[in-house]
C-alpha cells in the first residue's frame, strides 16, 4: 500500500513539475511552441513581413463561416493581384464581442481593418482605433471611381455631416419586408400599397381575420429597426440634425419634438395594438429558427428584416412560393417617406501604428468595391450592390435577373431615393438600439402599457447615456 | 490534539502562509488587483477600455441606484437565483441519494444526471431553442400543438430560463453530492441498518450529516452560480421579453462589454459581489450548527 | 436539412461531419482546449490542496480574513474583471499564448473551498497515526491526505475541465491568430455562419461535447471508488 502512495506522491510532484515547466516555458518565450503547424505558418509570415516585399495586413470581423468563405476568394484574388500586401482574415467573435476587443486591445496588438456595423459609424469616428477612410482618399492620386458611383443614401451612411468617409461598405444591407407573395396575393393584398406601419396593420389584419395565416408579420427584434421606420420618414429623432451639422448630439428628442414624438407614438401604438391581438408573431422571435420557419410553413405572410437574409428565405421558401421585398414601412403617414437608411456591415481602416498595413487596408477596401468583387460579394450573399459597377457586374446581372428578380423593387425604390433618411451620428449606438429595442418590446407585449411613459422610458434612458458619454469624452 | 502536533506545528510558524502563497499571488493578480480596480473606478467617469476620465464622486452610485430599472432588475436576480437555487440543489440531493448506493446499471444513472454539465452553453442553448420553439418546438408538440412562445411571452420566458439554468447545473452539484454520500463508511449505514433505521432515518440521522461538509460547500457553489446565471439568458431570452427576464450580471456585461460604460458596470457588479456576500454570510453562519466536521 | 421543421431527423448522415472539418481546424482548436485544461486542472489540484491543507490543519494569525478573502474571490463577477485582465496580459505580452490562455485560470477559491471541506471530513485518527509513524506535516499531505482524494480530485478535476473547456469570451480576447484558438470559439465560428446549417452546427456541437464526456466517463470510476478504494490503515 505504502509503495502505491509514493507512486502516486511522485506522480503528483511530477506533474506539478509538469505543469510548472510548461507555464514557465510558453510565458518565457512569450511565442507559444504550437505544433509544427503553427509553426509552419508563422515563421512564414514573419520572414515576408521582415524582408520588406510583403506587409501583412490582418482584419478582424465578425462574419461567420458562411461570408467569411466568401470573403476569402476576394482576398485571394487581392493577394494575387499585387505583390506588397497580403491580408489575413480573422473571426474575433460576434459584432458585439469584435467592438468590445477593438476598444480593449493595445495598439500594437490590432489589426490594420476591420468590420463594423453602419450604425457604429460615429462610434468608430469617435474611437481611437479607427482611421476615417477620408484620410486615404484624400491622398490617393489615382481615384476611386466606384466610390463616386456608390448610391448617395449609403455614401453619406458611412460619412460624418462633413462629408468625410469613414468606412466602406461591404455587405450593404438593406431594411424591408419579405412577404409570401402567393398568399398575399390570395388575401388580396397589394404588396406596393404597404408603405406605413398604418398599412402595415391592415394588411395583417386582412391575413389573419380572412385566415390564411396565423400571422401577419414577424418582427425584426432590433433596435436599429426603429431609427430605420423614422428614417423613412425623415424624421431626426436627435439635435443637431441628428448629429450631422458639425455638432455632436446632446439630446434625444423621443418626447421633446412634436414631429418625432408623434411619429414614435403612432408606431409603438401599432407594434402594441398587433401585439394585442395576436396579428405578429410574438415579438422577439428569432427569426432564424422561428419567423422564417413560420414563413416557410405558412403559418407567417410577411417577415420584418434586412436583405441580406434574403438567401435565407429564399432556402426555406424552397421554390414552394414566390418571395417578394418591399422597402422599411414608414413610422406613421406623416413625412415625405422618400430616405432610404442604410444597414449592414462596413470595412474600417484600423490604426494599429503600421503605416503600410494600414495604406494596405485601405487598398484592400478600394479593390473589394470593384464592380467584379463586390457584384460578387452581392450576388453570393444576398446584400445590396453597393455600387453602379457592382450592379452591372456579370456576377450580379445573374442574381437580380435569375436568382431574386424580386430584388428590383428595392432598386427603384433606391433610385427615387433622397438623401432624408439619416441614421443618428452618435456614439452611444448600442445604449440607442438597446433602449428602443426595450420600447418597441414593451409595446408589443404588453397591452397595458401607456405609449408616453415608454416614450419617455426610452429617452431617458439614451439622454443619460448621451449625458455620460458626453461628459467623460469633454 | 496531541503533544506530537503541538511540536510539528510550533516549528512549522512560516508553513502555513508557504502553502497559501502560489494561490494568493495569482488572486492578487487575476482577481484581486482588478476588483480594487473595479472599487476604484465605480467613483470615476471612464472610457471604453476602462480607463477613469473624470473624478465622479458618488454620482454613478446614485445615478445606478436611483434607476427604477435598476431595482426590477435586482428582483428579477433574486428570483431567478432563489428558484434556480431550490431546485438545482434540491434535484442534485435527491439523485445523488439515489445512486449512492453501488448497484448494477448505476454508472449509467450517474452519466445520465451527470451529461448536461458537458455540453457548452451554446450548442446547450441550440438544443433548447429547438425544444422550445414555438412552431413544432418539442414542448409545444407534447402539449398537443400548444402555441406557446416558450422565450418570448411571460411567465413562459423565465420558466424557460430557469428549466434550462437547473438542467445545465444539476450535473455538477450531484456529482460533487454523490462524492460526499460514497465517502460516508458503509459499516455507519450497516449499523443503522441493523439498529432497526428505516431509509429516512438512515438519510437524516446518518447520510446527511455525514456529507455535511461536501453538502455545504455544494450550497456555496450553488449560490455563487445561480446568482450569476448568464449565458443562458443571453442566448435564450436577450434578457427579454422587455427586460423581465434580465438579471444583474447580465446587466453588468451589457455595461462593462456592450456599452463599455465601466463606471456604471462596476457599481452595479459590487452590489452584486455584495448579494452574494450577503446570502454566504448567511450560510457561513449556520456552518457550526449544521456542518459536521471529523 | 436547413429548416428543421420535423421532431427527429430525417436520415443519417456524415456528410456534416466532414464539412464542419473541412471549414474549421477544429483537431487543431481541440488540442489547444486540452493542453489549457491539462495546466489549469493540474496548477489547480495543486495549489488548491496546499492552501486548504493550510486552512483546514494550521492555526495562523489572519486565517479567517485569509480565508475570507478567497471565497470573496467566488464571488466577484467576471464580466468587469476580464478586460483589465486582458489588458494585464497585453502587457505582459502574452497574447496569442498558452500562458495567456490559461493564468487567471490556475488557481480558484472553488477548488480550495473544495478541498478544504475535504481536509475538515477527514477523519483525526489518520493524522494522529501518521504523526506517531513519524510523518512530518508535508509527508502526511502527500503520502496519506492526497492520495485518499483521488474522488475529491476526480470530481474537482471533471467541474474545472468543463469550465475552462467551456470558456469562450476569454480565449477570444486573448488570442488573435486561428492557430491559438480553442474548440468553443470554433463552435460559435460555426454558428455564426449567415446561412443556418443546423446539421453542422449540431455536428460540431457534438465533437465539442465529445471530450468533455470521455472526462467524465473517466473520471467517474475515480469516483465510485469512494474512499473505501483507499483503504488506509496508516
Known sequence: MKAKHRVLAAGMAAAMTLSLAACGGSAS???????????????????????GDVTEVTWWTYFGDKNIGYLQNIIDDFNNSQNQYHVTIVYQGNQMECNAKLQSTEKENLPAMFSGAVEDVAMYANSDFCVPLQKYVDADTEGWQELDDTWDALRSAYSDGQGNLIGYPIGYSYPNIFYNADLLK???????????????????KTIVDGGFATYGIGFFANGAMFNVALGREGVQAYNNENGLNGQPVTECLYDSDTTVHDSIYNMLSIYQKMGAEKLCVPYGADYQSEIIPQM??????????????????LDAAAGNFEVGVIPMPSASESGKRTGEPAAGTGTYVCDNGNEKAMQGAYEFIKFASTGEQAGYFASATGYIAPNQEAYDSAAYK?????????????????????SSATNPYVAISNEMRDANKVAMETAATDPTADINTVITTAKDSIQEALDIYNQSNS | MTKAMHRIQRKNKFLPYLLILPSMLLFSMFTFYPFLKTIALSFFLTDKRGNPTKWAGISNWVRVLSKETFWKVIAITLEIAGINLVFTFGLAIFFALLSSQKKKGGKLYQTMYALPMAIASSPAAAIFLFIFRQKNGVINSLLGGANIGWTTEMPYAMWAVCIMTIWMNVGISYIFLLVGFRAVPQDLIESAYLDGAGVWARIWHVMLPMASPQIFFVLFLNIAISFRSFAQIKLLTGGGPANATKNLIYYIYENAIINGRYETACVQAIFLFGLILLFTSLQFALEKKFVHYQ | MSYPLHLLPQHFTLENYQAVFAKVPLLLYLKNSVIVCVIAIF????????AAYAFACFEFPFKKLLFSLVLATTMVPGEVVVVTNYLTIQNMGLTNSYAGLVLPSLISG????????????????YKEAATIDGCGEIGYLFRVA?????????????????????QFFWPLLVT????????????????????????????GAMIAILPSVLVYILGQDYIIQGMTAGGIKG
Open chain 1, 398 to 418: 445573374t442574381y437580380r435577373e435569375e436568382t431574386f428578380p424580386g430584388i428590383s423593387v428595392v432598386y427603384d425604390s433606391l433610385a427615387k431615393s433622397d
Open chain 1, 296 to 313: 416557410a410553413s405558412g403559418d407567417c405572410a410577411m417577415m420584418m428584416g434586412v436583405i441580406s437574409m434574403t438567401t435565407k428565405v
Open chain 3, 146 to 166: 492526497m492520495p485518499l482524494a483521488v474522488p475529491t480530485f476526480a470530481s474537482l478535476a471533471i467541474y474545472l475541465f468543463v469550465q475552462i473547456y467551456n
Open chain 3, 176 to 203: 488573435h491568430e486561428n492557430a491559438m484558438r480553442t474548440i468553443q470559439i470554433g463552435i460559435a465560428f460555426l454558428v455564426t455562419g449567415d446561412v443556418i446549417s443546423f446539421g453542422q452546427i449540431l455536428a
Open chain 1, 186 to 204: 390570395k388575401a388580396g393584398v397589394d404588396p406596393a400599397s404597404i408603405q406605413s406601419f398604418d398599412d402595415l396593420y391592415d394588411a395583417s
Open chain 1, 29 to 51: 518565450t512569450a511565442e507559444p511552441t504550437a505544433s509544427s503547424a503553427v509553426e509552419t505558418v508563422t515563421p512564414e509570415a514573419t520572414s515576408e513581413a521582415a524582408s
Open chain 3, 110 to 125: 472553488t477548488a480550495i473551498f473544495l478541498m478544504r471541506q475535504y481536509f475538515l471530513a477527514l477523519p483525526k485518527e
Open chain 3, 43 to 50: 496548477a489547480q489540484v495543486i495549489f488548491a490542496t496546499l
